[in-house]
């Protein structure tokens, strides 16, 4: 299973994609977990010691090539890359990072996002076999194609209507890219009025919501002691969400299909 997670800035993707990691892990799973946001911060929600952090490897820009048939391939074996620019996270998770750029006026990281793309599309696909995509806050990891590899899409929403609609654009963009398996998770739900919101806007537009997580200050207390929230709390209401989330997408062999 290979699954992106997108939304809106802040709305909670890193703190979601790190805690499905940690959670499909400790099920037995080989997780992969990808860093693509040029602002990388999944390392810490994966419970990476945070004074590793500025060592962790980033993945090198020389790993495409053209194909005889005008495609691209990766100029080494996916584990050849995994073996020597991963890092291994609690649990056992596997952490790729895209990239952190060091120097300003160096310009853009398309060709990484292309290198990610084709990282995810070579990624093993056997049954235990996960991988978790982190993206960053743009429309643009549907526009460049980074996610299109990716079986499933997992668009975070916060009750308020930029974000649902954000999420809304997203899941549009994803179902363009050819990803049929959509789902919207909402993040930092307080009350049954915000659910309703979430509810009613998914319902208008078509979408199906694959999970439900609280607000809960235990995400933000994690990450004020730079801890994962699993390592600070595995009881929490909101890793317990992730965690039933994963028995939805679990259940219906992968992510729910958006009605056509
Ligand atoms: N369920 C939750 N309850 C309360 N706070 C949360 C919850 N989920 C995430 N947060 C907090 O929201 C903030 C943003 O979370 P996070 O960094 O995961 O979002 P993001 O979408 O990855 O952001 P970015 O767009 O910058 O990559 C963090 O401070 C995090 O601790
Ligand atoms: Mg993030």
């Known amino acids: 299973m ?3 997670v997108a939304g809106k800035g802040g709305s909670g993707k890193t703190s979601i994609s790190g805690t499905l990691a940690r959670l499909f892990a400790r099920r037995g799973h080989d997780v992969l977990a990808i860093d693509g946001d040029s602002n990388p911060n999944l390392a810490l929600t994966l419970g990476v010691d945070p004074d590793l952090m500025d060592a962790v490897p980033t993945l090198p820009a020389d790993l495409l090539r053209r194909t005889g048939d005008g495609g691209i391939e990766l100029t080494r074996s996916f ?83 930029k974000s649902m609609e954000t999420g809304r654009r997203m899941a549009a963009l994803a179902l363009d890219l050819g990803i049929p398996e959509i789902g919207i998770v909402a993040n930092k739900v307080r ?53 039933d989330l994963i028995d939805g997408v679990l259940a219906n062999g992968n992510l729910n299909k958006v009605p056509s």
């Open 2 to 4: 290979k699954l992106a």
């Open 79 to 161: 584990d050849e890359v995994a073996a020597t620019h991963s890092l291994e996270a609690p649990d056992g998770v596997r952490l790729l990072v895209m990239a952190l750029p060091k120097y300003a006026g160096t310009g853009c990281l398309c060709s990484m996002h292309a290198v990610v793309k084709t990282l995810i599309q070579a990624a093993p696909t056997g049954e235990h076999d996960v991988t978790i995509l982190d993206t960053e806050a743009s429309p643009e990891q549907f526009s460049r194609g980074t996610t299109q590899h990716a079986d499933g899409v997992l668009t975070v929403v916060e009750p308020y209507y």
């Open 191 to 243: 009350d049954e009025h915000e659910l309703e919101a979430v509810q009613e806007f998914a319902e208008a537009n078509g979408l199906r919501i694959a999970g439900v997580v609280p607000f809960d200050g235990n995400m933000q207390d994690a990450e004020r002691e730079r801890r994962s929230p699993f390592d600070f709390n595995a009881e929490a209401p909101a890793v317990g969400a992730i965690n």
